[in-house]
């Protein structure tokens, strides 16, 4: 008489192949991408129809020895308190998971110094991942990794995707609108005004030869709550207001955008606001948010190309991917 619960028996590969009428090895060539193309095409159709009907999953850990590797990706970004970097992560893991991999994320605040991302960074490594996707942590540099590392930044020394060649162009592209709606004067929002897009924004002012005015410049906004208080300090204390404020990213807009909306500034007519990185949740608040957008999916699949590209052939030359943010132009400019 049996004694306990009954337990369902892993499907072997063995129990594959004997199905299939064809050798453990031809099963094992037909599953792998890299050696899938050896296998003919009606034999490896037959195969994934009986992993599929007997519920067969490769066992990683027997693969992981065999090859070395432990598919595993370490993530390192900011953490998704923002809507979009949560888009990010979701599609990331996503997106992995369809190429047999694990996600394994660590995050990082705004303020974190160096130290802090450097030993997320270490901690990573002794979980043995088999390489690392990395945002743009500033300050830090990971030279001489034993993994391969794909940047979400611009480098040229490693694998990256990174907006940032466009960036000048699209912001052409709105100042050129905002100037034909009548703006003249303009206020930043951003965490560093002397790097990133507030450097590209400073630079296309100098070049139109529209006044920087630096008491609208306002650097080290790294939350709402921050572009809340600025803007409200901003109508109680300047005479004069800029006509635009071109933010960091959605959230400071609509922050600096609620703000003002509560002192009576009537938006677009009086004062215009522009975000960046495209957020559901601006298109559906009134007045709608001006933005740039890149599709999070479309990120995450450049990132992991790059990721895959290098797993297989690990002396290809470095590549750069790129995609063009859009502007989406709605009722808050």
Not at 40 to 61: C, D, H, M, Q
Not at 127 to 140: E, N, Q, R, S, Y
Not at 190 to 205: F, Q
């Amino acid at each position: 008489m049996p004694v306990g619960p009954m337990r369902n028996k892993r499907v072997t590969i063995i129990e594959v192949a004997e199905a299939c009428c064809c050798s453990k090895t031809t099963v094992a060539c037909a599953l792998d991408e890299r050696t899938a193309h050896k296998v003919a095409e009606k034999t490896r159709r037959k195969i994934f129809e009986t992993v599929k009907r007997l519920g067969y999953l490769p066992n990683r850990s027997a693969q992981a020895l065999r090859l070395r590797k432990n598919y595993t990706v370490g993530v390192m970004l900011p953490e998704p308190a923002n809507s979009f970097y949560g888009n990010i992560v979701l599609n990331l893991q996503r997106e992995l998971a369809k190429s047999g991999y694990t996600a394994l994320f660590v995050f990082w605040q705004t303020l974190d110094d160096a130290g802090t991302i450097r030993k997320a960074y270490d901690q990573l490594l002794c979980k043995g991942v088999d390489g690392i996707i990395a945002g743009d942590a500033p300050g830090v540099h990971f030279e001489n990794s034993p993994v391969p590392i794909v940047y979400w930044k611009m480098t040229e020394k490693n694998d990256s995707f990174s907006s940032f060649p466009h960036m000048k162009e699209v912001y052409q592209e709105l100042f050129s609108l905002l100037e034909a709606k009548g703006c003249r004067t303009y206020a930043v929002m951003a965490l560093d005004m002397n790097s990133g897009r507030s450097k590209i924004i400073r630079e296309i002012m100098n070049e139109k030869g529209i006044p920087i005015q630096e008491k609208f410049m306002f650097s080290g906004i790294a939350s709402p709550e921050q572009a809340r208080k600025t803007m409200t300090s901003l109508l109680k204390h300047s005479k004069k207001l800029p006509d635009a404020v071109l933010a960091n990213n959605d959230y400071i807009a609509l922050a600096s955008m609620a703000a003002a909306l509560e002192h009576g500034i009537a938006v677009p007519e009086k004062m215009k606001f522009v975000g960046f990185d495209g957020i559901q949740e601006g298109a559906y608040l009134y007045p709608s948010l001006t933005t740039f957008y890149v599709s999070p999916a479309e990120i995450a699949k450049k990132l992991i190309y790059l990721f895959l590209r290098r797993q297989k052939e690990p002396d290809v030359p470095f590549q750069t991917l790129s995609i063009k943010p859009e502007l989406i132009v709605r009722n808050s400019t």
